[in-house]
């Protein structure tokens, strides 16, 4: 089964006052909607625009785990949990893992916009101690695992008339950055996603370079 969402379909949040823009592809907050609370493990993919200067104060999470893929800009993050401070930039892949329970601020010290996109996982097991880490320039194709939810992210940036390969799990999860796309006859642009289960010998066609988030996901 492919199930394919649009762009034009997600959720507005936000607060346009405070230069924030959010896009939800799942309910979220006062947004709800009880036959799109989640898909396996994933509980939340959401774009963020912030403009410079703004961002999200500290707050607090738990039992979730927060993988964080940055556009275009510079996301400053602070985690008063556990100490950790960094700026991540395009090409980085951030991971809070929440445990049972962190605090952090999330912001736009930057001087351009700031455009990411922000995913959130239910951890197989509850609890545990929070855990954070960045890492730099993941490559094209470079598989990245977060094994707290069983799940593994595979970001692919394939030129013109390239084919991708959509992984034969039992459940994926593929959001696009960029690009115009073709997925089993559809066609995708930014901001559509695709939920996909028991499928096999998927493949992805870019009509133009494009950048994916294509998360393996347990059954």
């Known amino acids: 089964m492919?199930?394919?969402?649009?762009?034009?379909?997600?959720?507005?949040?936000?607060?346009?006052?405070?230069?924030?823009?959010?896009?939800?592809?799942?309910?979220?907050?006062?947004?709800?909607?009880?036959?799109?609370?989640?898909?396996?493990?994933?509980?939340a993919c959401n774009e963020e625009r912030l403009a410079p200067g703004s961002g999200f104060d500290e707050h607090p999470h738990s039992h979730t785990e927060i993988v964080?893929?940055?556009?275009?800009?510079e996301l400053t993050h602070r985690d008063s949990t556990t100490g950790d401070t960094g700026v991540v930039r395009p090409g980085d892949v951030q991971r809070l893992g929440a445990g049972a329970g962190a605090r952090h601020v999330e912001r736009n010290d930057g001087a351009a916009p700031l455009r990411f996109v922000q995913m959130w996982l239910a951890p197989l097991t509850a609890g545990?101690?929070?855990?954070?880490?960045?890492?730099?320039?993941?490559?094209?194709?470079?598989?990245?695992?977060?094994?707290?939810?069983?799940?593994?992210l595979h970001v692919r940036r394939p030129g013109a008339g390239e084919r991708v390969p959509v992984p034969e799990a039992e459940r994926v999860y593929l959001h696009v950055v960029r690009g115009d796309l073709r997925l089993d006859g559809a066609e995708l642009g930014p901001g559509d996603s695709a939920r996909i289960s028991g499928e096999k010998g998927l493949e992805i066609t870019a009509g133009s370079p494009g950048e994916l988030l294509i998360w393996e996901l347990p059954a």
């Open 68 to 73: 964080t893929w940055v556009v275009e800009g």
């Open 2 to 43: 492919i199930d394919v969402r649009r762009a034009a379909d997600r959720y507005e949040g936000g607060d346009a006052g405070a230069g924030i823009s959010t896009r939800h592809a799942f309910s979220f907050g006062s947004f709800y909607d009880p036959d799109n609370i989640r898909f396996g493990p994933v509980l």
């Open 128 to 152: 545990g101690e929070p855990a954070y880490e960045v890492v730099r320039g993941l490559a094209d194709g470079t598989p990245y695992e977060v094994p707290a939810a069983g799940a593994v």
